[in-house]
Each structure stands twice: as C-alpha cells, then as structure tokens.
C-alpha cells in the first residue's frame, strides 16, 4: 500500500464529504448519530468478533496489562458509546447561530456566524471507544473527521467505523464524512498532519509524548493538551474544614486525571493548624508527601521536595507540597511552575479571590472548588473532546463550540465604500 | 552582538512584563497610551532625523521609490500616529469582562474571563507607523510586545519606541512592555519566532511571502494573514444597478488591498444586460478584463482568461470575470479558487443570500455589499491588527478581541467532586 497516496485519498474525500455535512441541517446529523448508535447496537457480536482479534493479537505481541485492559471493548463499553450517541444528539447545535449582529455607520450589519472547521483529524491511542466518541462530537459541529486510533485496536476502530458508516449512509450523508485510516503504517500519523489542504485541525489524544511529537512535527493547527501540573492554594484565614475537603479531593478523587492536584501552597499563617490534619489525611489515603523544610516542621514524616518536585506531574498518590509567606509568593510559584491547566484558590478574602481570577494564568482558575470540576460535563458543554492548554482558539475543556470557527456574515442593501 | 542572547534577553524582559501589564487596570494602561502620544508629539524632531536618517541610508543602499514612500514619517503621518493613540486608548477594554456565568447542577459557578494572551510577536516591513498601531493595540489588550519592523526602518523605529517607553514609564509600567528589536540581523527574525517559552504568538505583517515563510518556520502560534482573492457574485434576478454599482467599487476603489474583489461571477441570466455596461464601466476606470468564454461573447474587449487568472491576487486594475448557470456553480467555483478571504453575492432572493451565507467557507460573507467593507474599522472593531485567513482562534478582521483569550473561572464555596 501506498501511505501517501492512501492518506491523500482519505484527504480528498474528507474535504468534499466537509463540505455536505456542513451544510447539513440539525436534523440530518442527529439522524446519522442515532443510526450509528442503532448500527452499533445491530452489531455487537460483529464488534465483539473484531475485537478479539485485536486482543489476541495485543497478547501475541505481549502488550501490557494496562493496554490490553484499555483495548477491551465490554459489553458495558459498548453501552457507554451507544449512550454517548444519543447524549450528543441532544446537544444543541452550535452550527449556523449567528451572534452580534450590529447596524454600522455605513448602514452594514456585521455579526457572525458559527461555522465548522471543515475536517478535523484525530490521532489517539489504544481505547475504540474514543473512536466513536470523537467521531460524533465532529459531526455534530458539522466537520468530517479523519481518525487515526492505535495500530493494536485497528480492528475494533474498523468494525466501529463501518456502524457509523451505515448511519451515515442511512440519514443521506457521504460514508467519507467520518473515516478511520485503515493501515498499521505509521507513516500514516506522518501525512495526516502535515495535509493543510484537506486537515483544517489536528486533536491528538494521548500521552505528553505523543501530543508533543505532533505538535512539533504538524503543519497543520493543533489543538493539544499537555499535562496538568494544578495547584490548590490555602489563603490566610480560609475556612479549616473547606480547604482540608478541597485540597483532599483535589489529590485523591482520583489520581491519573490531568485536573488532579500536583502541588499544595499553604499559607504561612495556616501551616500550624491545618499542615498536621492534612498530614493525617494523605497518610490515611495513601498518599505520600514531598514537602519544603517549613512544611517538614508539621508534618515530619513527609520527604524533601527537591526543585524537579515542582515541576512534576506524579498521575499518582503523590503530593508536593509548600508554604508560602503571602498570595503574591503562591501567584509566583504558580506562574513558574504550573503548566497552566487549573489552579484553585481555597480563600475568604474578597480581593484575594480576585486578584487570583484575574492574574493566574491557567486554562481554569478557580475559587472555593477542587481542581477536579475542570472537566466538560462539569462546565455544561455536554461533551468533550479533550482540554486544551494552548490559549488560542480554544482554552480549557473543549466541547462542540471549539469544534468550529466564526466567521464574518455582514447584510447589506447595495451599500459600496466612499 | 550575540542575536540569540540578545532575543532570549528581550524574551525573558517582555515575559515578566506581560504579567505586570496583564494586572495593570483599564486607566495605568490607557495613561500610558496618551503619554506615549504626548511624548511621539514632543518628539517630533527627534522622529524626523531618525527618519531622515533611514532615508538617507535607504537611498545610499538605492531602495526602490514605493518602499523610500512607505518609510517616510512625514508630519501628517506622526499626526496619524498620535490620533491612532487617542483612538486606542478610547476603546473599551476587553480584559477582564466575565461572560456566560452559569450555575452547574454541582452548586459551582463557571464563566470564562477575556484574559490577555501574553507576549505578542509583530514582525512588519518598513513603515514605522505600524510599530505604533501594533504596540498600541496589543498595550491596550494588556499584553507586552516585542516588535521587528524592516531593518531600513530601524532608526525611525527605535525612536519611537524611546517614546512609547516614556509613556509607559509615566503610567508605572515596565519599558520592555513595548520592546523594538535594536539590530538589523536577520537571524532576529528566527529566534523570535522559535521561543515559546517567551513569546505566546506572532502577527505578522506583510506580504504573502514573508507570512509563507515565518508560519513554514515558526515553533509558535502565528495569525497570519496569506492572500485576499474576494469575489462578487451577481445572482439571477439582481438588482441592475446594486450589482452594478457593488462591482465597481468592489474592484476600482482601491486596487492594492485584500479585501479587493478579483474575480467577478455573474449568473448566464444577466449576462447579457449587464456584462455590456460593466465592460463599459471597467473600461472608463481602466481595468483590464479577462473573461471566460461567455463573458467574450458580451464583452468582446475583454482578454481570455486562463485557468491561472481565477486563482490570481492581482491587486492591480485587473479582473476576472466568469458567466456561471446557477448559484451552485458560483459557490463551487469559489470553494475552489477562493483564498476565504471575502466573497460577496448580489441577490434578490432571500433563500439564496442564506445559502450564500451559510456555505461559503470564507472569513467575511457579505449579502448586497461591496467586499471592501471587510476591514476592522468598517466592522465596528474601532482598530485591526491584520485580517486573519486562519480558521481557528481570530477568523477575518483582528481587533482587540483577537490579542485576548478567554480562560475558565469557576466560582464555588467548598464543592468537591463526588
């Protein structure tokens, strides 16, 4: 097989397939996700079958417990997609509204218009679910989609795509609107990014590594995530119970999310009464603590942060943690280490909560919450297809709205420039 | 002079003074703004023997006369410079404005805060008024900039920017909140835009090349702005007169901008009343046509357009014209040739103009109104940087809105996440 000229074919008919489903209605795309979903459904054992192939061929190939267990797609797991179909079908349409319109001294009106993006390549790893759900939030804000998911699900992706392709087809839609590139070559991955003539945005989903392979390779846009390296900060006089409720959950609800805590900034004057109950409660949960000498004279059994502490994003039951002499201190600490996802605030002090809305400069700053609500369903978009960490275009949880662009509509009566 | 020391100084100097800018108010950045005008008006020798001093080296190194024009920094030019500023400094703010506050079925509260984006890259060709209008906006938008204007301009530009760090030395704020870069060095260039630990985008402006060339090699994000090849399309049933009167102006009233009309399309069922007065109408202003076959037939003056010319920018008093037999011709024809800049259709048909809106994939889509209104001053955006042919993040006309982004906030009393 010919890569290049496979993925520029795929290109092509993604580019015209845009084009139709753009100008799609509402009605039209709802009925292609919910066919899909009926198509699924249809085909469980066809699904089932596929994927047992990919996972013979994942323990053939000695893949690790953690992909192989990422690669499996349960009956649950297929519950899950056929209910993210119809979620997404019930999202309102983000296409066509037109916003701003104002009159101007020429006697214009000047508003605009939200609009796809056109096509929209999405490069993951080993889970198919991802395939589905990344394919119908496309579709729904009107792009077509390219997928490119891990080599070790490639059966499953295949069986999953030709469900959605029967969805498609059934609501009068070109079977090129949603297309998964069908070949182990990695070269693949190579050509997707680099076609900005048929790939108006790349979202990759995965790994840093991988998110920043592309990123530097991509000649087309990029929407990426990064990592999340978030604070929670406890202000002088916040409320005892409340900063001890966040700053738990933050670490603890769970570990391996990109909007847990990775470092704790305590306020000098709280270290005394709160550092020791904290103490407890991380030991309690299992978490172990790398602390700054200050933080070591309450809480004696944690270890010693080394600067790289700062920096790290552990996924895991670990925790930095600091005391810091006054908000400016913690603003700081935050805006050398922090890699701009979610920072929080736990405080009781009016100005204070503002001036860290204002001046942090994070995807998502927050006051009086845990870091963990940084997620799309938490923020009401319905769906996301991923956190942005870059500040243009689309910051923080990305929903539908960051799945198109506005453009300029402006109604005239005949008027001309003097 | 070490040019990537000198860059990466500058960098690190722009990046801690976007934070102090970012957290200036409304009126300190407003201040420094009209005491940056006030020190351009008390600086006008100073201006103009830095001026004359680009000139004289420009005309030792035989610069051509259109680039010896556009470095002048005649007295009505440092007017326009100073109202630029008054005018700057009148717009509203768009930091800090919280929009979209909801409440979440959680108890949190979540909105999203225009927040500035940072550090802005303005890389430009010789005219040293641009340093201004850039600097401005992006002062006014609460961020720094590090500005690389032609190297023939350097002097007149190190000038004024002696002034604008007056004007912000006034209002408290730090002078690398507006840094010129001091060398001729072209290698300048390649290290500005290859910093993104300093320097969060770049806006480039001038011709297509130069932007071609920065977006090919940039390591951070760059709102370019590549060719402008608009169209007007005169539907079936158009008024004679408005179509007439929009193609006119769309063409002749100025030849050299992006925003220039470059083919006209017109519906088989009105080439015969208005193709003839149009000929005659380009005629009398001296625009050169090359028509398809159809158009010949009307207008037999006109030349044969070759399958080059409907993708040509011509800006120059050239045009295009093409017979088409419906609206879906003229649309398909614009999906190919078009650059998305600015299209146009001249219609009577109310289901047509939403059509023409809705499926044209261009930066700014007009009904009944001549394509030289898409500009940032005619839309109400009281100022514009450039005009953006990316789809993501700013699309069309970059005012203050387009140098911000727009970050989370999220309000809570103690929520956890359950």
């Not at 795309?29 to 994942?58: C, I, K, P, Y």
């Not at 953690?66 to 179909?85: F, K, V, W, Y």
Request: glycine share 8%.
């Amino acid at each position: 097989m010919d890569v290049e000229q496979y993925m520029a074919e795929l290109g092509a008919a993604a580019r015209a397939a845009s084009r139709v489903v753009a100008a799609a209605s509402t009605s039209v795309r709802n009925t292609a996700l919910l066919a899909a979903r009926d198509a699924l459904d249809s085909a469980r054992a066809e699904l089932s079958a596929a994927n047992a192939a990919d996972l013979a061929r994942g323990a053939d190939n000695g893949l690790e417990a953690p992909l192989m267990d990422r690669l499996q797609l349960t009956p649950a797991r297929i519950d899950a997609m056929l209910e993210g179909l119809t979620q997404v079908a019930a999202l309102p349409d983000p296409v066509g509204s037109i916003t701003d319109m104002k009159a101007m001294p020429s006697g214009i009106k000047v508003g605009r218009m939200r609009v796809p993006l056109g096509v929209i390549g999405i490069i993951y790893e080993s889970r198919p679910n991802v395939t589905v759900e990344a394919a119908s939030l496309c579709l729904k804000a009107g792009n077509a989609t390219i997928l490119r998911g891990g080599s070790e699900a490639l059966a499953s992706n295949m069986a999953i795509a030709r469900c959605i392709t029967r969805g498609l087809e059934q609501a009068g839609l070109p079977a090129a609107a949603v297309q998964v590139v069908d070949t182990r070559d990695r070269a693949a991955v190579g050509r997707l990014i680099t076609m900005p003539e048929y790939v108006d945005v790349i979202v990759p989903r995965g790994g840093k590594g991988l998110i920043e392979r592309i990123s530097n390779d991509a000649k087309v846009p990029v929407i990426k995530h990064l990592d999340g390296t978030c604070h929670v900060y406890i202000d002088a006089g916040a409320d005892e119970a409340m900063a001890e409720a966040i700053a738990v959950n933050a670490k603890t609800q769970r570990y391996g999310t990109c909007n847990t805590m990775e470092t704790l900034l305590v306020h000098a004057s709280m270290a005394a009464s709160l550092l020791p109950r904290l103490g407890e409660a991380y030991a309690a949960a299992g978490v172990e603590l790398r602390g700054c000498e200050r933080t070591r004279e309450w809480i004696p059994a944690a270890g010693t942060a080394v600067e790289a502490d700062w920096y790290e994003e552990y996924l895991g039951p670990i925790l930095a943690v600091r005391v810091v002499d006054d908000i400016d201190a913690a603003i700081n600490h935050i805006d050398v280490y922090s890699s701009r996802h979610t920072e929080s605030i736990v405080t009781a002090d009016h100005a204070h909560a503002m001036r860290f809305l204002r001046e942090v400069d994070s995807s998502s700053v927050m006051v009086n919450a845990s870091t963990r609500f940084a997620d799309g369903f938490e923020y009401g978009l319905g769906a996301e297809i991923g956190i942005s960490t870059d500040k243009l275009h689309a910051r923080g949880p990305v929903g539908l709205e960051g799945l198109t662009s506005q453009k300029y509509v402006v109604l005239g009566e005949g008027q001309i420039r003097s």
